[in-house]
T-cell receptor
Framework: DAKTTQPNSMESNEEEPVHLPCNHS???????IHWYRQLPSQGPEYVIH???SNVNNRMASLAIAEDRKSSTLILHRATLRDAAVYYC??????????????FGTGTRLTIIP | GAVVSQHPSRVICKSGTSVKIECRSL??????MFWYRQFPKKSLMLMAT?????????EQGVEKDKFLINHASLTLSTLTVTSAHPEDSSFYIC?????????????FGNGTRLTVT
């Protein structure tokens, strides 16, 4: 799987938007960009995924660069419950039989009250 | 939404004993489940892919005789840590895909914290 690069940590104030960047310069044409997050002492939780177009759901928005070499996860209004490690993962849409997710080190997001 | 349940959430065992961890998909069928291990302050490392009705596929470096995986039904996979030692103490997490579309998100259990004394 292609590699992603994320900052080790970020801080944000409560009730403000948060932009979590991810670089994936070696992304292939069939790689989807997935985001998961892991709250303390819990298993990871799916956040959002996309291929080329920007995506929105109830949890977050995903902004994908036109050349797809980077993306940004946007939390529109951070709460203390959003403090977690956020993982940006590439997943080949056509790698049937190999659905596993490979986790990098992620970004540890701290929310300041 | 799809729920993956792990049991137990915490277990303490003595060195040399075996521990079984269960992973259940509560409201969907999962032909494939994944087992991860996570050490403190580290990322998740995939241990093996569990396939219903067939042998599990282990990642390089993971001892298949030590970490026994059984996926006997479409809703249950088990991981047995045999002859556990203190270095096996870790956070074990399972996951499964709920949707029928390949690129559907994976759903994760809440993990099992194993402490070997």
């Amino acid at each position: 799987d292609a590699k992603t690069t994320q900052p080790n940590s970020m801080e944000s104030n409560e009730e403000e938007p948060v932009h979590l960047p991810c670089n994936h310069s070696t992304i292939s044409g069939t790689d989807y960009i997935h985001w998961y997050r892991q709250l303390p002492s819990q298993g990871p939780e799916y956040v959002i995924h996309g291929l080329t177009s920007n995506v929105n759901n109830r949890m977050a928005s995903l902004a994908i660069a036109e050349d797809r070499k980077s993306s940004t996860l946007i939390l529109h209004r951070a709460t203390l419950r959003d403090a977690a490690v956020y993982y940006c993962i590439l997943r080949d849409a056509y790698n049937f039989g190999n659905e596993k997710l490979t986790f990098g080190t992620g970004t540890r997001l701290t929310i300041i009250p | 939404g799809a729920v993956v349940s792990q049991h137990p959430s915490r277990v303490i065992c003595k060195s040399g004993t075996s521990v079984k961890i269960e992973c259940r998909s509560l409201d969907f069928q999962a032909t494939t489940m994944f087992w991860y291990r996570q050490f403190p302050k580290k990322s998740l490392m995939l241990m093996a892919t569990s396939n219903e009705g067939s042998k599990a596929t282990y990642e390089q470096g993971v001892e298949k005789d030590k970490f026994l995986i059984n996926h006997a039904s479409l809703t249950l996979s088990t991981l047995t840590v045999t002859s556990a030692h203190p270095e096996d103490s870790s956070f074990y997490i399972c996951s499964a895909r709920a949707g029928t579309v390949y690129n559907s998100p994976l759903h994760f259990g809440n993990g099992t914290r194993l402490t070997v004394t």
